[in-house]
């Protein structure tokens, strides 16, 4: 990977190759070139590299600390069409104005998290998209629902009237650099069979507030690995804005 150095030059350049680095997995996996998107991740980011990536054509941003990302909402308040989605771990005190300033979170674990978003969730923004972030094995931090408790945690999630389950993401633990690709794709391929699952037992048909159409999962190391099982939502963080320095905040 290269490095890239904290310019709005360079992100519009990271963007294009991150495009091509996801049309080719696409591609190699005989899967449609529209059946994934790039969510790009800009914690500790400034907001002139974020609207550096809006101008290239980026729309979905992830951001992992509430303060930070209103912040930077704030500053970025005249693109209207930008979508913000909460990637970070929720603390009930936060839930509020994630409800209230996201259109997506995917760090969904646990009952009490996703009953004050759907309560909190204002109704002129309809539905607030969530994924489930499960737990699956080596993963790195101990974030997530574990898998035999997620069909129970998302058939609460289905009924709450705030949120619109779409799907399942996590964060597994790094791969040693000689794994092999069974081996890389392992996780990514347990959180696919995870979702074949959800979508087994509770179909569009009887389910309609649901979609599970979502597999949040692949980051700029692990993205072939992610897309070869199916991920449709590509975590990028360091591929599109460069290493991160978290000197300066938190
Ligand atoms: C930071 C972060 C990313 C991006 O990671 P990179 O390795 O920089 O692409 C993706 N997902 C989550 C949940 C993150 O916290």
Known sequence: MTAVPDDEACVTQCILEARARLEKALQTSKRNADS????????TKPATLVRAAWQSGQRAFGENYLQEALDKQQALSDLTDIEWHFIGPIQSNKTRAIAEHF?????????????????????????????????????????????????????????????????LMAIPAPCAANASETERRAPFRQLRELLEQLQARFPAASYPQARLDTLSMGMSADLEAAVAEG????????????????????
């Open 231 to 250: 991920a449709t939502l590509v975590r990028l963080g360091t591929a599109i804005f460069g290493a991160r320095d978290y000197s300066h905040v938190h």
């Open 103 to 167: 259109a997506w979170v995917h760090t969904v674990e646990r009952e009490k998290i996703a009953r004050r978003l759907s309560e909190q969730r204002p109704d002129e923004l309809g539905a607030l998209d969530v994924c489930l972030q499960v737990n699956i094995s080596g993963e790195a931090s101990k974030a997530g629902v574990a898998p035999q408790e997620l069909l129970a945690l998302a058939e609460t999630v289905i009924a709450l009237p705030g949120l619109r389950l779409r799907g």
């Open 36 to 43: 994934a998107q790039v969510l790009a991740v800009s914690k």
